[in-house]
Every structure is written in C-alpha cells, then in structure tokens.
C-alpha cells in the first residue's frame, strides 16, 4: 500500500490530462479526490474551499488556462479570457489568484497564433512551473521560519497553512513542521478556525500526519492564554500584505496578534512573497471576502432561533506594527512596514 499522503493539487498527464484536487470540504473524514475537467468546476471548487489556502489557490488556478482551451469556439484566445475573468471571480481575497492569473495572461500574449494546441501546451507548463515554484517557496519558508523556534515552545497557529494550504510544505506551518523534524520538541496549540474548522478538521489532521503533539483551541481561547503567558510564538500565514505590511489572514487572526502584542509575545506571519500586492497602500483596501451568513449559522444546526442572519467576513487585517517579522522565502524581515516591503520586494527583482 502507497503510505504517501495525497496531494492537495496534482495534474495527471498532458494538455488533455485532468487535474485532481483532494477534497478539503470532505477532511479529515473521507479522502476524496476531485477529478477537474473544465473551468467552471475548477471555479466552483474554489469557491467552496475544495482547494483553499491562498498559495493552493493560485496553483489550482494555474491549470485553469489549459482547461479553457480545451473547450469549444469562439477564439481560443477569447475563451482562455473568459476563463481567466471566471476564475479571477472565485474568491477576492488571496493576492496569489491574481498573480497566478496574470502568469498565464502574460505566457499567452507572447505567443503568436491562435492554434490551442501549442497555447495550451505553454500554459500547461507556465501552471508546472507556478506548481514547483511554490513548492521551492514552501521550502525555503519553513527553513527560515524553523530558525525562530526552539525546543520546548508552546506555539498558536490560526487556520490552515501546512501542505493542504500550498504545492509544498505549507508556509506558517512549514516552519513547525520543519522545526520538529530538526528534532525540536514543540507543543503546537491549533485554533479551529470558525466557521469552516479549518484549524480543527486539516491543522490537527496535517499535525497528526506529522507526528506532532497538539491541542485544539475554540478561537476565543487563544488571547487568554497569551496574556497568561502560556504561549511563546503565534505563527500565522497570509492571503494578502499590502504595501505597508498590512495583513490580510483569516479572521480571527487580529485578536491573537493584539493579545500578543499586549502581552510581548512574538507574532510571526509566514508568507511566499507572491502574497505581497504592494499595488494597495494600505490594509483598508484589502478586499475582504464577505461569505453567506448561512456557512456560521448552519454549524450550529437547530441552536439558534430559525430565521437568525450571520455576518461573515472571511478575513481579517492586521496592522504592521503588530507583526514582530514576517518570513518570506528571502529570510527574516524584522520590520515588515513599507521600507521592508520595499527591500523585499527589490531583493526578489
Ligand atoms: O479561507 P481559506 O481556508 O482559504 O483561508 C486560508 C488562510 O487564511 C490561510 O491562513 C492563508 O491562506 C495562508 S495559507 C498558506
């Protein structure tokens, strides 16, 4: 029996191949994959976290471009833009998405022609690229983040951001993972991440994988214990870090980063440095997804009043100056406001 964990994204074959997705919706009770052939199921999937996590976004999103050439007239090219606009309208949040896209945008507009053959032959390899590109990123990210860890910690993480939220490793999580397989001993504390349970149903399952010690937190948790000193690191992703280093993550991420900063714990955000937009200046023009109130209501069944509406902000902001660093695949940025954004962004050109 094969023992090696399934892939959140994997293409089989060539420009006629299909990509297979696991399941997220499904985790961590059934192991199913979805098999993608054409854009809209790849939009849907997206739409409803089938495949989540901003850089698993981005990746998925990749192979939209060789599946919108497969379909019928008008013009290839046409198509591929109509795809494109379909894909881009999935999630508004995750920074990766539209850098994905904008990839396979700009691979296309350098190619002469209009025979889809050869379009979707350099699209599938732009998407192979993205693929291995952020698997590399992933490395290097749990590398550099491993080095802020020691052995004994008790560390927060919001979310999900391990191998399911990426093509590789993960990017916050990658540093644990990493970190323990240096042989440090850490007690990893996993917000359950409402109203999805992102946290609870792939964190945990990922930690599980991996072999290493965990708790499960309700969110409301985690502020007390970092003021009560219980907690040495809070490490976190991101889905998108405008120019002055202001953080979009998922929600629930801004009370643990005010608790910590109160109570001088270091916060850390972990990101590829695909989730710097610095186009925006500042976090207030973050799109912030809003998703329908029915998703928090719905986990809670026959316990509130019928009729009862949610609000349901995806994501939440927070400011620069409550992030201790931020890790990107080029080291440790100690001060992540928008002259460390700059340099980042100038060391990666
Ligand atoms: O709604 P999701 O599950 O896509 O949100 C994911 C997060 O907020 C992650 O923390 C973020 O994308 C970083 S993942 C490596």
Known sequence: MDARPIPAIRWEGGPEGRLLLLDQTKLPSKLEVLEIRDVESLARAIRELAVRGAPAIGVAAAYGGVLALRESPPSPRERLEEALDLLAASRPTAVNLFHALSRLRRR??????????????????????LHREDEDLCASLGRHGATLLEDGMTVLTHCN???????????????????????????????????LLQGARLTLFELAEAGIEARLLVDGAGPGLLLAGEIQAVFVGADRIAANGDTANKVGTLPLALAASRAGVPFYVVAPSTTLDPSLPDGRSIPIEERDGDEVTSLLGDRVPPGTRARNPAFDVTPADLITALVTEHGICRSP????IKALLDSGR
């Open 108 to 129: 296309a507009a350098a190619l002469p022609g209009e025979d889809p053959a050869t379009l979707a032959a350099a699209l599938l390899d732009e998407a192979r690229t």
């Open 161 to 195: 951001t391990g191998r399911l939220a990426t093509a590789g490793v993960g990017t916050a999580l990658a540093c644990i993972l990493t970190a323990h397989r240096e042989g440090k001993r850490l007690l990893v504390y996993a917000d359950e991440t409402r109203p």
């Open 337 to 340: 406001d928008r002259d460390g």
